[in-house]
C-alpha cells in the first residue's frame, strides 16, 4: 500500500489554489468549483482540496518536506507567507516550520533526514 494524496477542506477554491501553487505545488487538475489537485514538487505524492459547504474545522495535520528548509522558509516569507513557528529543531529530531492555509487548515514544513524513517526509537 501506498498514500496517494491527502485531500483537505476549502471555502474558497480560487484563493487556496493561489495559496498552494505560492507555496510551490503544481496544480495538475482543476475541476472548478469543487476540486483541485496538486504535485508535490519532489517525490509523486499529490495533495488535493475540495470545497467544503460547511465551516472548516481544524484536525487535520499536513508535513511537506524540505530539504533546504530554512532557504524554503525565507523564501516563502518573502512572498508574504505567514509562518506561525519559524524553523526550530524539535525533540523528535526533525526541523519544523508551522503556518496556517487560507483556511486555518494547519500546514507543518520540516527536514527529517535519516530521523524521518528510522528515528532512535524506531520499532523494528
Known sequence: MNLNQVTVPCTNLTRSIA???NLGLKLIVEAQPRYARFLCPEGDATFSLHLSDAP???G???YFECENLDERVSELQAKGIVFTLEPVDQAWL???AHL???DGNQLILFYAGKNRKDPPWRLD
Open 19 to 21: 495559496f498552494y501553487k
Open 56 to 58: 472548516i474545522q481544524a
Open 60 to 62: 487535520v495535520v499536513v
Open 94 to 96: 526533525w526541523r519544523e
Open 100 to 102: 496556517p492555509d487560507p
